[in-house]
Structure formats: structure tokens, C-alpha cells
T-cell receptor
Framework: GQQVMQIPQYQHVQEGEDFTTYCNSSTTLSNIQWYKQRPGGHPVFLIQLVKSGEVKKQKRLTFQFGEAKKNSSLHITATQTTDVGTYFC??????????????FGKGTLLTVNP | DTGVSQNPRHKITKRGQNVTFRCDPI?????LYWYRQTLGQGPEFLTYFQNEAQLEKSRLLSDRFSAERPKGSFSTLEIQRTEQGDSAMYLC?????????????FGSGTRLTVV
């Protein structure tokens, strides 16, 4: 079945440093979604990318979707303590129908030292 | 509060007992999902409803698990004869009927501990 892999598993940075997490799917995706889960919380939807090569920005966060629609990345510029949490990518299989059942990666846990 | 509501927030049960969780999705969301999350892992798909119809169930889900969504509103997830391996966070999510809006809204989850 479909697998979604994320690296790194953990990342510790000093406040103000940049952070990047990478996501790779074993199959082509119709779209890719990113979620953030704070410690003790639940996943919160951040963004969706649909088009091949798409780039979207949300303030200090930049999301990219690969040309082959099998990989994606999230880059945070000048991290802040509020960025702490686990970042998950998730995607349905292309042609998987309208249910959009998502397969999640294991996530990247970001910790920020103030 | 117009978010996804899950009850209870925490449940501790003895092995072999049955448990039931409830999820109230956002009212205009016709698509409802159950996921399970263990420590250090991403959410894992369990089952999916569109309105009251259960359209997909994970092959990993044993027969001890059953879910319903009567009248297409709230949903319940029941686990019979619980085992220690069932200990996890059970997350409910909903999504609107509109196409091209793919993101899930998750509830706060029910944390199950089987002792």
C-alpha cells in the first residue's frame, strides 16, 4: 500500500534558525496536505497543495509540491518558540476516489530553544 | 463551539471491557473519518463515512471494532473486548461536502488506556 515518509524524525533548533522537513510518497498524490500538532494536542490543518511544482507561503512558512507530485517540503524561516510541534504531511492516492482517505507520515518533531 | 467534538477526552478501561466513543462533526460536514494515533506515529486511518453510509474500513481493523453514524450526524466507535494494544488516541475528523477543499478538521481526540 501507499507509504508516506518524512525526514528528519526530530529537529532541534535555536530560535531564529531555519527549519525544513521533507516528505516523500511511494505513489503519486492528487494533493498533499500539511498539519501541525502541538504537544498534547490534535492535528491542525495548515495547507493543501494540488498542482505540480506548486509553492505556497504562509508568513514564515513555505510549502512546496514536487514536479512529480510525490514529494513535498515545509520550510520555516527564523523559527520561533510558537513553532514547536510535530509537522505531518498527508496525502491520498491519486485516483483514490472521492473519499480522500489520507495516509499520514510519521511526522517531524520540531523543538526550539529560546 | 463549531469545531469537531469528541467524548470522552480520556478513558481508562480494563482489558476485556467494551468501550464506546462519540464524535460530533461540524454540522455542514458530510464526510467523517476515524483515525488512531499512537505515540510517535502519524494518524492511521480506521474508517470513513459519507453521510450515514460507512464507505470504507481499514483492513487492519479487527472485527472487535465497529462504527456507526446514524442519520448522518454524530458517529460512535465501539471497541469490544479491549486489548492492551488498543491503547491509543482515537481521533475523529470531518470534511465539508465541497470538492477542492481537502483539509480535515480534527477533534481533540479520545485517549484510551487499557490496563
Amino acid at each position: 500500500g501507499q507509504q508516506v515518509m518524512q525526514i528528519p524524525q526530530y529537529q532541534h533548533v535555536q530560535e531564529g534558525e531555519d527549519f525544513t522537513t521533507y516528505c516523500n510518497s511511494s505513489t503519486t498524490l492528487s494533493n498533499i496536505q500539511w498539519y501541525k500538532q502541538r504537544p498534547g494536542g490534535h492535528p491542525v490543518f495548515l495547507i493543501q497543495l494540488v498542482k505540480s511544482g506548486e509553492v505556497k507561503k504562509q508568513k514564515r512558512l513555505t510549502f512546496q509540491f514536487g514536479e512529480a507530485k510525490k514529494n513535498s517540503s515545509l520550510h520555516i524561516t527564523a523559527t520561533q518558540t510558537t513553532d514547536v510541534g510535530t509537522y505531518f504531511c498527508a496525502g491520498p492516492e491519486a485516483g483514490g476516489g472521492s473519499n480522500y482517505k489520507l495516509t499520514f507520515g510519521k511526522g517531524t518533531l520540531l523543538t526550539v530553544n529560546p | 463551539d463549531t469545531g469537531v467534538s469528541q467524548n470522552p477526552r480520556h478513558k481508562i478501561t480494563k482489558r476485556g471491557q467494551n468501550v464506546t466513543f462519540r464524535c460530533d462533526p461540524i454540522s455542514e460536514h458530510n464526510r467523517l473519518y476515524w483515525y488512531r494515533q499512537t505515540l510517535g506515529q502519524g494518524p492511521e486511518f480506521l474508517t470513513y463515512f459519507q453521510n450515514e453510509a460507512q464507505l470504507e474500513k481499514s483492513r487492519l481493523l479487527s472485527d472487535r471494532f465497529s462504527a456507526e453514524r446514524p442519520k448522518g450526524s454524530f458517529s460512535t466507535l465501539e471497541i469490544q473486548r479491549t486489548e492492551q494494544g488498543d491503547s491509543a488516541m482515537y481521533l475523529c475528523a470531518s470534511r465539508p461536502i465541497r470538492d477542492r477543499v481537502y483539509g480535515y478538521t480534527f477533534g481533540s481526540g479520545t485517549r484510551l488506556t487499557v490496563v
